[in-house]
């Protein structure tokens, strides 16, 4: 994605479509600040295509103003990050989803938790 206003569009697409459909529970996009450390995302799938896809904890701390954490389990996407990583934090929901929908989303799914530019957590 090119830029933040070509994610944020793809988001309030992606909102959109998601609650258009009949479900039991609306999906929810949270984003909030922690403090002066960065940013807490939380997207709701319950319901959705998506509910099963689990992806262990991805990050890195490259420094104390240069990190981020992001994960996929229990039917939501979490993630947090430095101050300049909240479009990074929302590209990488949008990969999951999108290589969720591929035909092989197994090996798909396993792809982004092992993408070369990120480091995964033990």
Wanted: aromatic share 10%; hydrophobic share 35%; charged share 20%.
């Amino acid at each position: 994605m090119a830029d933040a206003n070509t994610v944020l569009s793809w988001l309030e697409s992606w909102l959109q479509c998601q609650n258009q459909n009949e479900r039991r529970s609306p999906c929810e996009v949270e984003i909030e600040t922690v403090g002066e450390l960065g940013w807490h995302i939380t997207i709701h799938v319950a319901d959705t295509p998506y509910e099963s896809i689990n992806i262990p904890a991805v990050s890195a701390e490259n420094t104390d103003s240069d990190w981020y954490y992001y994960r996929m389990y229990d039917s939501r996407y979490e993630a947090s990050g430095d101050p300049s990583k909240l479009e990074f934090l929302l590209q990488q929901f949008i990969q999951i989803i999108g290589e969720a929908t591929t035909p092989d989303r197994k090996q798909s799914v396993a792809h982004a938790a092992t993408s070369p530019y990120i480091k995964s957590s033990s």
